[in-house]
T-cell receptor, first 114, second 115 residues
Framework: AQTVTQSQPEMSVQEAETVTLSCTYD???????LFWYKQPPSRQMILVIR??????QNATENRFSVNFQKAAKSFSLKISDSQLGDTAMYFC???????????FGTGTLLAVQP | EPEVTQTPSHQVTQMGQEVILRCVPI?????FYWYRQILGQKVEFLVS????????KSEIFDDQFSVERPDGSNFTLKIRSTKLEDSAMYFC?????????????FGPGTRLTVL
């Protein structure tokens, strides 16, 4: 069975600084996808970034980028130039195999301090 | 921009009562999902639905749960006899196709409190 682990329950960063959120996963599948979702206080889950496992190049979306290490089964999220609006819970998620479901980690609560 | 909507935002019920949580997926989406998040815990998959039938369900989704698409727009989750441990945030999601290239769009959630 697939598992997703986020070992940082809470993190804090100063506005305009860079922060990295960690995620590791376990799977025996070769084809899968990894995601970072953001859940702000409004509770709506918003997709931040997606990575296809077969792509070696790390995904980037504006200030958000990932460091995908397939052999190490590691998928970290880097947020550059942190903004107050980045304050949220961040979930790492796995998708693949014969299933249609997303498998989530326990989340990291990120607080951006002014 | 189209979005998934859910009603009510908060539902309080007594243990043993039936509740129906409602969702309106994005109109051209064909796949629908329910997830739940017990306070302080991770988001867990409950069920996926396609072509008017369940395509996948988790071990959480027992006989107390059912889903339905009663018309062309709504997607509902019914809990027949609620338990205290059903208290959670319930998220509906939809996607146009299956496959990870097709994003699952989430609604804002319904907070269910069972007393």
């Amino acid at each position: 069975a697939q598992t997703v682990t986020q070992s940082q329950p809470e993190m804090s960063v100063q506005e305009a600084e860079t922060v990295t959120l960690s995620c590791t996963y376990d799977t025996s599948e070769n084809n899968y996808y990894l995601f970072w979702y953001k859940q702000p206080p409004s509770r709506q889950m918003i997709l931040v970034i997606r990575q296809e496992a077969y792509k070696q190049q790390n995904a980037t979306e504006n200030r958000f980028s990932v460091n995908f290490q397939k052999a190490a089964k590691s998928f970290s999220l880097k947020i550059s130039d942190s903004q107050l609006g980045d304050t949220a819970m961040y979930f790492c998620a796995w998708y693949g195999g014969a299933t249609n479901k997303l498998i989530f980690g326990t989340g990291t609560l990120l607080a951006v301090q002014p | 921009e189209p979005e998934v909507t859910q009603t009510p935002s908060h539902q309080v019920t007594q243990m043993g009562q039936e509740v129906i949580l409602r969702c309106v997926p994005i109109s051209n989406h064909l796949y629908f999902y329910w997830y739940r998040q017990i306070l302080g815990q991770k988001v867990e998959f409950l069920v996926s639905f396609y072509n008017n039938e369940i395509s996948e369900k988790s071990e959480i989704f027992d006989d107390q749960f059912s889903v339905e698409r009663p018309d062309g727009s709504n997607f509902t989750l019914k809990i027949r006899s609620t338990k205290l441990e059903d208290s959670a945030m319930y998220f509906c999601a939809s996607s146009e196709y299956v496959g990870a290239t097709n994003e699952q769009f989430f609604g804002p959630g319904t907070r269910l409190t069972v007393l």
